[in-house]
């Protein structure tokens, strides 16, 4: 059971808010309070947009404990609009589909069960395919 | 018996930001068919499925964020996030709180569930009218969303669906739609239940049709427009609870509406019994196309059982701001079809230990 992590996290988790550099205007995810550029103190909050491209990319076929629901599925290193290389799995697509450069976007979707199926559910990030407007 | 019937503020309210969401998958009708042998015509074409990583509550979000991009508003301006459903993640602990927390509205709120079969959304639109409509907020979100459960083989696992959407309810000067009015008529009728740790629900068949349905969905929509001294001519669409493609139709026409009236909202065919989220999706999908001056009618339609109906008139304001999040017909067009077995595993029909 992790329920103090996952509650501690659930801001950056759930919504991609990490923060912004006063002094170099860096944007910073995760939030860690010192700016990785110019190594100053920074803690002001910082909404992504949740826009970025893939970078990299893999698919896991033998999943680490908590996730053997959901293989296969694809985990990527998405570099988002605003800077930041974040690892992450994408979501509504199909393996085939996936190639470096795609736009994808956050939707916050569930993560794991925390445990077995008692336990609370864990929510969080995810990327997919940027959705097109239909013709 | 009272003297006005109609639910109707005090401040006029309205529509601020309204926002949709469909899962990615379909299943045909005709596949179900294929492994029940179930014979004869299928109710619709196909239904949406959702992921593995989906429910209410990420359905929910990704609704509600779309309704407050239109709305315009700062997350914060927000006094309440209830959220309608009878299927919620947890059976104790609330949709709305984690709902609230991702689109950043903590924690100056009312949070809470509602549950009413599958009038649970308008419920809590009628909610959030109220409260708007008193002057102890200026804004509140209002959800109706469902990942509905049907027994394997049963004639409901064949619409059961998921989808639904979410409104910005606000001050009618605010609004790109004034809800003119409103009317619920509720009794106790057992057409559609679903007993505590049971993972089913079951349903009294035939008894689904007239003393529930129709009895509920005409006898709201006419009040509602009788009080109202409205009749089907002065509405540019309708829209009424669907839980396949017949009975919303067939409520229309007995009531003396025309298909084009109809036609924009009927969705039921292409992705399905939204449930909660039934009548609302075919009232964003009619907004996405409606025009200013146009009024809308929408009668939901909740088993055990009751129907809530809506007089609705769009302002200017729909043009200015219906673009800035994607339509409900952009879900619907994503799409990936799925077969009976991936279907299975994606409702958690298999059983893994």
Redesign the interface.
Known sequence: MEIPRHWRLKKQRYGLIGEVCPHCDSKIFPPRDICPDCGKEAKDEFAFSGAGEVYSYTTIYNAPSGFEHTIPYTVALVQLEEGPLITAQLTDVDEEHVSIGMPVEMVTRKLREDGDERGMLVYGYKFRPKLVVAA | MTENLLLKPSRPVGIIGYGAYVP?YRIPATEIARVWKGGGAVPIKEKSVP?????V??MS??AARNAIARAGIHAHQLRAVWVGSESH??AVKPTST?VA????VVPHIQAGDWEFACKAGTEAMVAAMGLVGSEMADYALAIGMDTAQGKPGDALEYTAAAGGAAFVIGPAEKSLAVIEATYSYVTDTPDFWRRAYQKYPEHGSRFTGEPAYFEHVSKATETLMGELGTTPDDYDYAIFHQPNAKFPTRAAKMLGFKQEQWEPGLLAPVIGNTYSGAAIIGLTATLDIAKPGDRILMTSFGSGAGADCMSILVTDELLNRRDKA??T??????R?EIDYATYARMRGKIT?K
């Open positions: 990615r992921g593995l990583d989906e429910d509550a990420t979000i990704e993640p947890y984690i927390e991702a689109i950043g994607l339509k017909q952009d879900y619907i067009a994503r990936k893994m």
